[in-house]
């Protein structure tokens, strides 16, 4: 079956490693009509938002988009043009899959988790004040619909795919109102689906229960900034930025993209690792029921990791980044 | 410090029906957990009951006049919070929803 779907390049890296990933899709018989959109800073740069309205019409039309990593300008009055996508396409949960890779080399042996992080609320809301010269104030926002609709989610998703356990983590210790309200809703939630276990740990603690018993968790939920430092700490675990995909999805729409940044400073060198966009990419197959060009890219890519011989800098290498690419297509021909 | 608006945070089930002018201020946006609403964004997007409607006046506002605002927008709303907006040496000392 063919299917449309939206592609930004993104910045930096980015084009190449998208130009990368569309040559393995394309050999793994997934049928894809891209429709070229732009955000980052090629719009910015002619004076039009980060992301611009176009883009957004064309995601919500076509339901689906990958994109590559993106520049975030820093400075007074910039903006994510990640933080605008979630926010305008209200992309609630953000998906990040971490599993132990063949061939790449991890002290966390088996590592198998899957993290949901809750996109649009909590400090991530961006509400801040001064309200004196010398204190600032960020407002914490936890609603009730916007805990329930994650952790729904993560279970409905954990259900779907054979999972065993969903963990909420908080901070409801200290925070009693706003994590609470989290924790609160998730145990109510968790009610209806009594196939599934369900527990919460403190978010401090979890950071060291991940990196000691790490077997003993399947599937998180957690609100947006503990989300975001979690999930970079299991892409840690997993064998790094360069490895780790994402989703965001939201009721109608789904945005698939590397974690990691555009990494400008080797834009152009044909260097950076493109398998976290790739398996980015896979994720996208898997949400379109394209699953067999899913397993094939999978399978390849695992068999160049396994064997070693081709692999970017960051895993030890010196292959470049179309060279890996071509690496894959081979095993999959 | 210089007092130029106000932030009102109002409990609503829908997107709060509030008028473009109260006094000095004019209404900026209606936003909802940081994110603006009052243009359409996704297609189903789900919100909270807790409104954001930033008045902001373009020049320096007292105190009462941000009391006067609270006392216009309770007639027929219920508000929860206010936050009065500054700037400091010339620059918003407030953030901007997405």
Known sequence: ?333 | MKLVGADVYLWSKEVPTVPEQIGPFALRFISNRGTRVIQPIAPHAEFSDWWCCRYRADREVSHDDVHSLLETLSQKHVWTQAQKLFEINGANAYSEPY
Request: proline letters at 5%.
């Open chain 1, 1 to 333: 079956m063919r299917h449309k779907a939206v592609l930004i390049r993104g910045d930096g890296t980015g084009p190449e490693l998208c130009e990368a990933v569309l040559k393995v899709l394309d050999a793994s018989g997934a049928q894809i009509d891209w429709i070229e959109a732009e955000a980052g800073e090629k719009p910015l740069k002619r004076g039009e938002p980060i992301v611009p309205d176009r883009t957004i019409e064309l995601i919500k039309q076509y339901k689906v988009a990958l994109k590559g990593p993106m520049t975030t300008p820093i400075g007074k009055g910039s903006v994510s043009a990640n933080v605008t996508l979630r926010k305008k396409l209200d992309l609630f949960a953000c998906m990040r899959p971490v599993w132990a890779l063949p061939g790449v080399p991890t002290p966390f042996k088996d590592l198998n988790i899957v993290i949901f992080r809750e996109n649009t609320e909590d400090l991530y809301a961006q509400v801040e004040y001064y309200n004196t010269p010398d204190v600032a104030v960020s407002l914490k926002i936890i609603s009730r619909p916007g805990s329930r609709r994650i952790v729904e989610f993560a279970f409905e998703w954990a259900r779907a795919n054979g999972r065993k356990k969903v963990t909420a983590v908080h901070k409801a210790n200290i925070m009693k109102i706003s994590d609470g309200l989290f924790l609160q809703t998730a145990r109510e939630v968790a009610q209806k689906y009594p196939d599934l276990e369900f527990n919460d740990y403190i978010v401090d603690n979890m950071c060291m229960q991940l990196v000691t018993r790490w077997r003993n968790f399947d599937v998180l939920v957690l609100p947006n900034l503990y989300g975001d430092i979690l999930s970079d700490l299991a892409a840690g675990m997993m064998g790094g930025l360069g490895v780790a995909p994402g989703a965001n999805f939201g009721r109608d729409c789904a945005v698939f993209e590397a974690v990691h940044g555009s990494a400008p400073k080797y834009a152009g060198l044909n260097k950076v690792n493109p398998t976290a966009l790739l398996l980015s990419a896979v994720l996208m197959l898997r949400h379109l029921k394209e699953t067999e060009a899913a397993d094939r890219i999978e399978q390849a890519l695992y068999a160049v990791l396994q064997e070693g011989k081709i692999r970017t800098y960051d895993l030890g290498g010196t292959a470049g980044t179309q060279e890996f690419a071509q690496a894959i297509i081979a095993k999959m021909s």
